[in-house]
T-cell receptor
Framework: GESVGLHLPTLSVQEGDNSIINCAYS??????FIWYKQESGKGPQFIID?????DKRQGQRVTVLLNKTVKHLSLQIAATQPGDSAVYFC??????????FGTGTRLTVIP | SQTIHQWPATLVQPVGSPLSLECTVE??????LYWYRQAAGRGLQLLFY??????ISSEVPQNLSASRPQDRQFILSSKKLLLSDSGFYLC??????????FGQGTRLTVV
């Protein structure tokens, strides 16, 4: 399901360090997961996705890890840059149609 | 390539006035369409989704309604706006089983 009405948790990291953003999902039947990045005043943008038959997927500077046993998803950003500052959402999809978002985490990169 | 258009970008409406937000998608057929709302500093709340013309599923009972008069057109409406309807409204589309792509959002302020 969704977590709404909650203030966003925050994460501050030093430029150049690695960032790890975590997400707990609720539905064990979810078979597709997505990480989105949302900059202020804009719509969310797709970063990376992973299907439930995988436990790790890598992109450019980003890695998503999926632990189905504990229903946990994480996004790792290598060598975090100031342009990475944004709100990051995980989303889970159950079946073909419903896409539910987590609460989101605000990442602030300190120069 | 596919594009999504959402307008207007900002809107200030008095309490009790009607609302109509429009979203159109180009470059794809029979997409899944979504309306989300995001309160300031909060996560994304799924309001409606549609898998085809005239097919609308509501996730949260509220003062809003949605319609899909054409395959690639999704409209969010209200007959009488409430103060609590203020927020950032996002339209999104996806193909079955894939990530969703978001429009740029409409910031609605009800005064």
């Amino acid at each position: 399901g969704e977590s709404v009405g909650l203030h966003l948790p925050t994460l501050s990291v030093q430029e150049g360090d690695n960032s790890i953003i975590n997400c707990a999902y609720s539905n064990s039947a979810s078979d597709y997961f997505i990480w989105y990045k949302q900059e202020s005043g804009k719509g969310p943008q797709f970063i990376i996705d992973i299907r439930s038959n995988m436990d790790k997927r890598q992109g450019q500077r980003v890695t998503v890890l999926l632990n189905k046993t504990v229903k946990h998803l994480s996004l790792q950003i290598a060598a975090t840059q100031p342009g990475d500052s944004a709100v990051y959402f995980c989303a889970e999809k159950t079946g073909a149609n419903n896409l539910f978002f987590g609460t989101g985490t605000r990442l602030t990169v300190i120069p | 390539s596919q594009t999504i258009h959402q307008w207007p970008a900002t809107l200030v409406q008095p309490v009790g006035s009607p609302l109509s937000l429009e979203c159109t998608v180009e470059g794809t057929s029979n997409p899944n369409l979504y309306w989300y709302r995001q309160a300031a500093g909060r996560g994304l709340q799924l309001l409606f989704y549609s898998v085809g013309i005239g097919q609308i599923s509501s996730e949260v009972p509220q003062n809003l309604s949605a319609s899909r008069p054409q395959d690639r057109q999704f409209i969010l409406s209200s007959k009488k706006l409430l103060l609590s309807d203020s927020g950032f409204y996002l339209c999104a589309w996806s193909e079955q089983g894939t990530e969703a792509f978001f429009g740029q959002g409409t910031r609605l302020t009800v005064v």
